[in-house]
Structure formats: structure tokens, C-alpha cells
């Protein structure tokens, strides 16, 4: 991420202190603290759209981070309705712990310079050997991490390709842990469902909640890892290979920026997902969640709907009483 104002790091870094003491504390002040992170980091992200507006950034990231203000300003809104109502919504507090343990990793190797200095010049030295493993980019090497353009980044002499901290995949790999750390994890979610292919289960049943967590993260974070450097590689030879120039000119747009902006981060896009399905598989209990935060447009004036569970929270191995069954989860 390029370089931000002071006063905005203070935000973002007090936001999810606050959320952070929000998740952790157990009396009905917690939910004070979740609307102030929440509502602080939902300022963040729209100052952010704003810079990235103003810097003539891809649609993506104006999209993404233009949407995360109402999204996490709802999501302040509602923490506001069970602090009102001293009631527990598993899945705001799931959002909220995520937010905290991501946030927190992600924003502190962003702003230590020498950390994310040695991360990027990994992944592009790991990124410059898969090119080279299939016989691409031999002569090439890569140069100190420096301020390029604005923004911390390693060349590939040779590439004319930059690689920057939103090259290494490190946003979608803390969010991952981020969702896993945050799960409330319960000895056999499948129980809570109408149809269960009890054959495809058998083995996840007979593991413990922390072995699930471990084997979610071992399906997640090493994958993501390897398709980021597939990713790299790609867009490296697309933009050197000149191949889909033709094509990128009829929609306006240089090379680079249709393979990096429309194949590497639209591929990226699908393949997250086709990940958080495996995940999901694994860890049910994430995509209870996940449900519940939709489900917060239907929270009803007793607090149903979304999760909530008056003056309760689930514990390790039980099932919240205000869980709905997901009958197609488990198929």
C-alpha cells in the first residue's frame, strides 16, 4: 500500500486495538468498543477509495475498498443493536475477531518497511524461479526493494514488472487466518444439519475443532502461497510476450493492465473463492458465520436473525442454541 498520512495509520491501528479489546472482553461494554473499531476502520477504508481515486488506481481496488465503509459501518450498526439488547451475535463477533487478528497482521508488515522489504524481494525471487524452472526469464535478476513510483517495490531486471507488497498474496492469506483464529469452533457442526453426506464427513468428524482449524489453514494458506507465484509468473510472460496486446487495446487498457488487472487479479478473485468453498468443507462453522452476516437484514426485534443469542456466547464444542441449519452445507 503507498504511503499514508500519519494521522490515518493512528486510525486504522487504534481501530483495531479497539476491536481487538471489543472481541476479548466479555461484559456488554465489549459491544461500545466493536462500533468504534468498526465504524473507524469502515472511515479507513473510505479515505483509502478516496487515495486511490485521486492516484488514477483499477476499478478493483476503488470497487472493493469504496464498499468496505457501509459494510463495516453496518456491521458497527448492528454491535449498537446488542449492546442496546445485552445479547451476543456469534457472527459479529466472528467478523469482529477476524478483523482484529487480519487487520493487525497485515497493517503491521505493511508499515514496517524492512519486513515487507523482505517479503516482496521472496516472493520475487521465488516468482523469477518458477519463470526460469520453464525455461522464461533467464538473465533476469532482482533489484533492491526501494520507493518506486510511490509505493515499496522490487524490480525484475529484465521484466520491466515491479513486484509490491500487493504482489505476494499476504492480504488473502491473513484474512484467511484471520477467519480461522476468529471461528468458534464446535466438536460437530454437521449435527446442526438436515442433510449430511455422512461418508464425505467421516474423517473431518473424527478430528478435534483445533485439528479442523490446523487442516483449514494447511488447504488455504500454502495454495494461495503457490498461486500467487503462478499468478506473477503469468502476468510477467503475458506482458513480455506482448501476446494479448491486440486484445488489450480493443478494451482500452496496455497489456500489463489486462493481464494484471482482468486475468491476474479476476482469476485471483475466482480462485479465492473456489478456496474459502474448500475451507468451508472443513471449517463449517466459517460459513455459519458467513450466513449469519447476511442474515443480519433479517435480525428480528428479539434479536433472531444473524446469529444472536441474548446475554449468551457458544462455547468451544457446543452448538449456539440460535444457529440455523444449513441443509445444503454439507452436500
Not at 522464461?136 to 514488472?161: C, D, F, H, N, R
Not at 478456496?275 to 452476516?293: H, M, Q, R, S, Y
Request: net charge neutral; hydrophobic share 50%.
Amino acid at each position: 500500500m503507498a504511503a499514508a498520512p500519519l494521522w490515518l495509520d493512528i486510525l486504522i491501528f487504534g481501530s483495531l486495538a479497539l476491536l481487538g479489546l471489543g472481541y476479548f472482553l466479555k461484559s456488554n461494554e465489549r459491544h461500545l468498543f466493536r462500533i468504534a473499531g468498526f465504524v473507524g476502520v469502515g472511515l479507513f477504508w473510505g479515505v483509502r477509495a478516496a487515495i486511490f481515486v485521486a492516484e488514477g488506481s483499477d476499478a478493483i481496488n476503488i470497487t472493493f475498498t469504496g464498499l468496505a465503509m457501509p459494510f463495516f459501518c453496518y456491521l458497527g450498526y448492528h454491535e449498537w443493536i446488542s449492546f442496546g439488547k445485552n445479547e451476543e451475535n456469534s457472527a459479529l463477533k466472528w467478523a469482529c475477531g477476524a478483523t482484529f487478528l487480519g487487520g493487525m497482521l497485515y497493517f503491521s508488515v505493511d508499515r514496517i518497511e524492512i519486513v515487507a522489504s523482505g517479503l516482496i524481494q521472496v516472493v520475487a525471487w521465488q516468482s523469477l524461479w518458477l519463470m526460469n524452472l520453464f525455461g522464461y526469464g533467464s538473465g533476469w535478476t532482482v533489484g533492491p526493494t526501494g520507493q518506486l513510483g510511490g509505493e515499496l517495490g522490487a524490480p525484475i531486471e529484465g521484466s520491466g514488472v515491479v513486484i509490491i507488497l500487493g504482489c505476494t498474496s499476504y492480504e488473502a492469506i491473513v484474512i484467511f487466518l484471520g477467519a480461522v483464529f476468529a471461528a468458534q469452533m464446535r466438536a460437530d457442526p454437521w449435527a446442526d444439519y438436515a442433510r449430511v453426506n455422512e461418508a464425505k464427513v467421516a474423517k473431518l468428524r473424527a478430528l478435534t475443532p483445533e485439528r479442523r482449524k490446523l487442516l483449514g489453514l494447511l488447504y488455504t494458506v500454502p495454495v494461495i502461497w503457490v498461486l500467487n507465484l503462478i499468478r506473477n509468473a503469468s502476468v510477467i510472460y503475458l506482458y513480455n510476450s506482448h501476446s494479448l496486446d491486440g486484445t488489450a487495446a480493443s478494451f482500452g487498457m496496455t497489456g500489463f493492465e489486462f493481464a494484471h488487472v482482468l486475468l491476474g487479479k479476476g482469476l485471483s478473485f475466482v480462485a479465492l473463492i473456489a478456496i474459502a468453498f474448500v475451507l468451508f468443507k472443513t471449517c463449517p462453522e466459517i460459513l455459519d458465520n458467513v450466513n449469519g452476516l447476511m442474515d443480519l437484514v433479517r435480525r428480528g426485534q428479539k434479536g433472531k436473525g444473524g446469529g444472536g443469542e441474548a446475554k449468551k456466547e457458544p462455547t468451544e464444542g457446543a452448538r449456539p442454541p440460535s444457529a440455523e441449519p444449513l441443509p445444503q452445507a454439507a452436500e
